[in-house]
Nanobody
Framework: VQLQASGRGLVHAGDSLRLSCAAS????????IGWFRQAPGKERERVAC????????YYADSVLGRFTLSRDNVKTTVYLQMNRLKPEDTAVYYC??????????????????WGQGTEVTVSS
């Protein structure tokens, strides 16, 4: 299984950016997938996660209303549309999958697969 994240960028506060995560090698179309981030000197935190079958989606309070998680089922790609970016959104963003579809476990950080991370820098 591979998770290929892309969309890294250096933007200004208030700008928008879209991250993509292309998943390949998964044997089922039912899984949980989402985004986490880790800022320099800080612990990894969850951003947004979704279940591919029922569409349930969770967002961290810090991004609710600004970030949107969406999926392209045909391409097995998830997108994280990030609007009204803030300097505190600066981090390396990681895509992750819980292959058994346990959304709550993924939300708690239990993932079977992690992408390589893509860097987002927001200047003030």
């Amino acid at each position: 299984v591979q998770l290929q994240a892309s969309g890294r960028g250096l933007v200004h506060a208030g700008d928008s950016l879209r991250l993509s995560c292309a998943a390949s090698g998964l044997t089922s179309d039912t899984y949980a997938i989402g985004w986490f981030r880790q800022a320099p000197g800080k612990e990894r935190e969850r951003v947004a996660c979704t279940h591919t079958r029922d569409g349930s989606t969770y967002y961290a309070d810090s991004v609710l209303g600004r970030f949107t998680l969406s999926r392209d089922n045909v391409k097995t790609t998830v997108y994280l549309q990030m609007n009204r970016l803030k300097p505190e959104d600066t981090a390396v963003y990681y895509c992750a999958v819980n292959r058994r579809g346990f959304l709550l476990k993924l939300w708690a950080g239990t993932a079977h697969y992690w992408g390589q991370g893509t860097e987002v820098t927001v200047s003030s």
